[in-house]
């Protein structure tokens, strides 16, 4: 039997000093991470389900606002609104707005977005707003998370089922599971050589997405005319299928810009040679265009676009215009004497909802056509009134701030 190593004392001390550089190292990663910085309070149970409504209600009141700077539309998701305000992403009770659960970081969120049931939280270090985790909306419980190099500014969207982040030099799109689909732009790792915007000397102006294609617009640099880039998924996420379209006559600062992307197809406000909305498909062909009767007013307008049912609408600062689900034109909603549109629409019963002037307008979503108004007063606010439906309440965004309307 071969006999064992004897242990010296000079083994224990040596053993002794790694456990406690194991320690300490441990220590300093846990003292630096985002573990130590953050702070999650989930609900004590799940948010119930909400019952769609059957009809819209004759009267609509206030019940409560909220500050949420970092969202720019509203989020309900699993039964709970969605606020962002500072380091802190909360969970709502859509009746009440009493939180039921928080989610915090030692910074300034970015911004908050959503997909499925998941609240989608953005937060910045030092390279860029690329620090992402995601919140079950009903139970306040961490989801999946992500953390890549971004731009330290960046625009989020989402139709639903992906996210798009959005800044000057790149533009990312993620699944539910915060899966990069596709980048372009600026590049983690510039020895790949692959078609991106940046090595062009392009800034990124606007942008929109699916959940199958992206699209963007770029001014470029020693060119007079903006381009619109249509981007799909591809085998290599930051090799995306790639199609430039040349926009003739629209200078880079101008105010085109994407105002939604379904499927692959792709609608653009184009301002000259007269203003229009165009539409174009995956190939980069226009297959439809609608000309304005006046440009848009679009320094109050923010690109206030929404999916309401069935319909896209966009409110372009003093009207709304309606496309339906393959984006093809169907009417405008005007502003008539009085009562003046404030943003675009979400749908309710089967109803178009429109907030209005003097109120929400109720109309039908197949022809336009107004059938009443539910009298209620929008807190004042910088920019559009943004409105989604939950249930048989109307939450809308009002510049900085979240305003609840129930029955």
């Not at 499927?263 to 265009?289: C, M, N, R």
């Not at 056509?369 to 109307?394: D, F």
């Amino acid at each position: 039997m071969v006999r064992p190593e004897r242990r010296t004392k000079g083994d224990l001390v040596a053993a002794a000093t790694i456990a406690v550089v194991v320690v300490v190292v441990a220590a300093l990663f846990w003292w630096n991470s985002s573990a130590r910085a953050t702070i999650s309070r989930p609900a004590t149970s799940a948010a119930p389900n909400p019952v769609p409504a059957r009809v819209v209600p004759d009267t609509l009141h206030q019940l409560w606002t909220a500050a949420s700077p970092r969202t720019l539309s509203p989020i309900v998701v699993g039964g709970t609104v969605v606020s962002g305000d500072g380091h802190t992403v909360a969970g709502l009770d859509p009746q009440t707005g009493q939180n039921r659960w928080t989610y915090a970081r030692d910074i300034d969120l970015c911004g908050v977005s959503y997909v499925y049931d998941l609240a989608v939280a953005v937060y910045p270090d030092i390279r860029g707003c690329g620090q992402v985790s995601s919140i079950n909306g009903g139970t306040g419980q961490r989801g999946p998370t992500r953390t890549a190099y971004a731009d330290k500014h960046v625009v989020l969207s989402s139709n639903g089922s992906a996210v798009l982040s959005a800044g000057p030099t790149r533009l990312e799109l993620w699944r539910s599971d915060l899966v990069r689909m596709l980048s372009y732009g600026e590049i983690d790792a510039r020895v790949k050589p692959v078609n991106q915007g940046l090595g062009t000397g392009c800034t990124l102006m606007s942008s929109a997405a699916s959940d199958e294609a992206a699209a963007v617009t770029e001014a470029c640099r020693d060119q007079k005319d903006l381009r619109l880039t249509l981007l799909k998924p591809a085998k290599e996420e930051d090799e995306p299928d790639t199609k430039n379209v040349a926009l003739p006559g629209v200078a880079t600062d101008s105010e085109a810009r994407v105002l939604a992307v379904a499927g692959t197809t792709t609608a653009v406000y184009l301002p000259s040679p007269q203003p229009e909305i165009a539409v174009y498909d995956d190939t980069g062909t226009k297959v439809s265009s609608t000309l304005l009767k006046k440009p848009p007013v679009l320094a109050n307008s923010a690109q206030a676009v929404t999916r309401a049912g069935d319909l896209f609408t966009w409110w372009t600062g003093d009207s709304v215009e309606v496309f339906d689900a393959r984006l093809s034109y169907r009417y405008t909603i005007e502003s008539t004497g009085p009562v003046g549109t404030l943003g675009p629409g979400a749908m309710m019963a089967g109803k178009l909802l429109i907030p209005l002037t003097t109120g929400i307008g109720v109309y039908d979503p197949t022809s336009g056509t107004n059938e009443r108004i539910i009298a209620v007063t929008h807190p004042a606010g910088s920019g559009p009134v943004v409105p989604t439906v939950t249930g048989s309440m109307v939450i809308e965004q009002h510049g900085a701030a979240l305003a609840a309307y129930g029955p």
